[in-house]
């Protein structure tokens, strides 16, 4: 079975500056990895995804995220965060079961971007 | 694009009552999940359908029903509300594939008296 694990419950952070989350899976197989987004009140949105190639994913927004398997990490970074970044991040990894898709996700990290 | 409607928004329940949560999605996908979500606790899998016809229990099942009744909707059931549960229930869909991305629907939120 698959889990992840997001360290950090509550990021603060100011505007302007560098943004990491941080994110550790375990699988013993080839993992997919996702960084998803939620704002208020609303469902999750992809950020970016990983499956193989060049560990270093480009998502969304600026946003990006490392790959590194001898650590199973899969840490999100932002090189300057703004004031809309505010919302809750979750990682997640991917277990191909045939042709269905299980998703594992971790507990989330609350970003608040302060001014 | 597409779009995913959850049905209703706000589901306010009575304890032992059963209850029913609808979502529809027009994307074509072949698969559909069902995700509680509780606060701090990131997002749990109850029922996964992946093709019509198909139904998959997740991790946290128990105390739920689930139904595909076609291509484009899947439906959840809580046989039995428990008293003080407050909790959002997620709608997703996707194409076949562990690679796929999963498109969200905004919640139902539940709350039992």
């Known amino acids: 079975a698959q889990s992840v694990t997001q360290p950090d419950a509550r990021v603060t952070v100011s505007e302007g500056a560098s943004l990491q989350l941080r994110c550790k899976y375990s699988?013993?197989?080839?993992?997919?990895l996702f960084w998803y987004v939620q704002y208020p009140r609303q469902g999750l949105q992809l950020l970016l995804k990983?499956?193989?190639?060049?560990?270093v994913v480009q998502g969304v927004n600026g946003f990006e995220a490392e790959f590194i398997k001898s650590n199973s990490s899969f840490h999100l970074r932002k090189a300057s965060v703004h004031w809309s970044d505010s919302a809750v991040y979750f990682c997640?990894?991917?277990?191909?079961?045939?042709?269905?898709?299980?998703?594992?996700f971790g507990k989330g990290a609350k970003l608040t971007v302060s001014p | 694009g597409g779009i995913i409607t959850q049905t209703p928004k706000f589901l306010i329940g009575q304890e032992g009552q059963k209850l029913t949560l609808k979502c529809q999605q027009n994307?074509?996908?072949?698969?559909m999940y069902w995700y509680r979500q509780d606060s701090g606790k990131g997002l749990r899998l109850i029922y996964y359908?992946?093709?019509?016809?198909?139904?998959q229990k997740g991790d946290l099942s128990e105390g739920y029903d689930a139904s595909r009744e076609k291509k484009s909707s899947f439906s959840l059931t809580v046989t039995s509300a428990q008293k003080n549960e407050m909790a959002v229930f997620l709608c997703?869909?996707?194409?076949?594939?562990?690679?796929?991305?999963?498109?969200f629907g905004p919640g139902t939120r539940l709350t039992v008296l």
């Open positions: 997703a869909s996707s194409r076949l594939g562990g690679y796929a991305e999963q498109f």
């Open positions: 699988y013993s197989g080839t993992p997919y």
């Open positions: 990983y499956y193989s190639g060049d560990p």
């Open positions: 997640a990894v991917s277990a191909d079961q045939g042709t269905g898709s299980k998703l594992s």
């Open positions: 994307f074509n996908h072949d698969t």
């Open positions: 359908s992946i093709t019509e016809n198909d139904l």
